[in-house]
């Protein structure tokens, strides 16, 4: 693969921003693609030790980073180990919550999501202190110190609730003679419990996000550089880093606040708010006239950003119960990998193809109002299928009462005989 500095002077790739668009897409990618696995540690291991591997093939990979200046290599050790790694790492830090809270589950999320987004506004100051003074490689090596501490904080989770098992399949294993092929099938059902797709409102969350997240990332990897191409703006663009930042932080803990106070699954309202919000924005991100303009669109996009992270775990406990929700996120990170990991190269694609960004933003703000529009089914749907319950349940309990009655019309039988 070409890079940039094996062309002559003045030329450019001319599919230099779909290509290095993969790495950060890649690394996304693979921290939402690993889920489903992550989930089946994080279940038969912990969440301690699950966290704690994790953060240290994150830390591999980052100090890895820092001895290539390959694209090719950087996909491998930015890209697939980097990204692995924080998968492993990120899931666990959203189960364990569910072990030590439950009335303000969507405020400790928020809390949580909220301090890391400390971090979003501090960072992009210190790496560009940092990068022009001891150059991209060092960078990479100062940054995965960080990843180093994280090992030890991943040690310090304390899981309460108990592992969850199949205890159906392991008895029936136990009492039943099966054959090798039976035994395998059942060790596979044991570890991809599939159980989570069995709820309709599930099945039609999880394809709603995972719509939506096509054109998520599409304005955190290209806003930065379309600001430079269109308004000549390289000194300041650190600024739209903090306002989303800054920004997605205030959403978080207000989102988990609110939150708490939306009983069951209306909460999915507060996703769809976010997504149709979202889309609007990208698609307004061409109309702008100003670097001013743009910025506004920065604080809207943060709000977007922290609305669906927090309320996404409290979402899964009210739809798969806190026993399975560690699978009911692991598989929806998973479907979410292939659309989040497309989206940002479809639109650097787009930018080769047309010259310049904006069919790419109004690309990346159709997903997510479709997926939006998904999303408000949910809790119509779990409406119908709790008074479809009620009947059947009040239709049950009429013919218990009629057979009893039945029974003691009965001359000289007892009503529970008649009953049997």
């Known amino acids: 693969m070409m890079l940039q500095s094996d062309l002559g002077p003045g030329e450019r ?68 180990l980097f990204g692995c790694g924080s998968s492993f790492a990120f899931q ?16 400790v999320n928020g809390i949580v999501a909220g301090g890391s987004c400390l971090f979003s506004i501090s960072l992009p100051f210190f790496l560009k202190t940092v ?31 108990p592992p969850p098992c199949d205890s159906q399949h392991e008895g029936q294993d136990k009492t039943v003679s099966r054959s090798v092929q039976q035994q395998c ?22 394809f709603g996000i995972a719509t939506a997240v096509l054109g998520y990332l599409v304005p955190y990897m290209h806003l930065i550089k379309y ?39 209306k909460k999915i309202y507060l996703q769809v708010a976010s997504f149709m919000l979202l889309g609007l924005m990208c698609m307004m991100i061409p109309q702008c006239r100003g670097f001013e303009g743009v910025i506004v669109i920065c604080l809207f996009l943060g709000l977007c950003d922290g609305f669906f992270t927090t309320i996404m775990a409290p979402i899964a406990f009210e739809l798969v119960g806190p026993m ?45 109002i479709v997926g939006g529009l998904v999303l408000a089914v949910v809790p119509l749907v779990h409406q119908r ?3 479809k319950q009620r009947l059947d349940s009040g239709k049950d309990k009429m013919l218990v009462s009629e057979t009893v009655m039945n029974g003691e019309l009965l001359p000289g039988c007892p009503a529970s005989e008649a009953h049997i």
Request: charged share 15%; hydrophobic share 45%.
């Open 13 to 80: 790739d001319p599919a230099l921003d779909f290509k290095t668009a993969w790495v950060g897409a890649l690394a996304m990618g693979m921290v939402f693609f690993c889920s489903p696995i992550v989930s089946i540690f994080t279940d038969r291991i912990g969440c301690r030790t699950t966290a704690a591997s994790g953060a240290a093939i994150a830390f591999i990979g980052l100090l890895s980073s820092s001895f290539t200046k390959s694209l090719e290599v950087r996909y491998f050790t930015y890209g697939i």
């Open 324 to 368: 399975q929700a560690s699978q009911a996120i692991g598989y929806l990170m998973g479907l979410m990998a292939v659309p989040m990991t497309a989206g940002p190269p479809i639109a650097g694609y787009l930018n080769d193809y047309f010259g310049n960004y904006h069919v790419s933003f109004y690309f990346a703000g159709v997903p997510p």
């Open 227 to 265: 600001v430079e191409k269109e308004f000549k703006e390289d000194k300041k663009d650190w600024v739209l880093l903090v306002c989303l930042g800054a920004t997605s932080g205030l959403g978080r803990l207000v989102s988990g606040r609110i939150g708490d106070c939306i009983p069951g699954l």
């Open 92 to 107: 666990p830090s959203l189960v364990i919550l569910g072990h030590y809270f439950k009335r303000r589950l969507g405020l």
């Open 385 to 387: 299928m709790l008074k």
């Open 185 to 206: 099938w059942s060790q596979m059902r044991k570890y991809f419990n599939l159980r989570v797709f069995r709820r309709k409102t599930y099945r039609i969350w999880a």
């Open 131 to 161: 990068g022009k003074a001891i150059g991209l490689a060092h960078t990479f090596q100062v940054l995965s110190a960080f990843m180093f501490i994280q090992i030890f904080l991943s040690l310090t989770y304390r899981p309460v609730l």
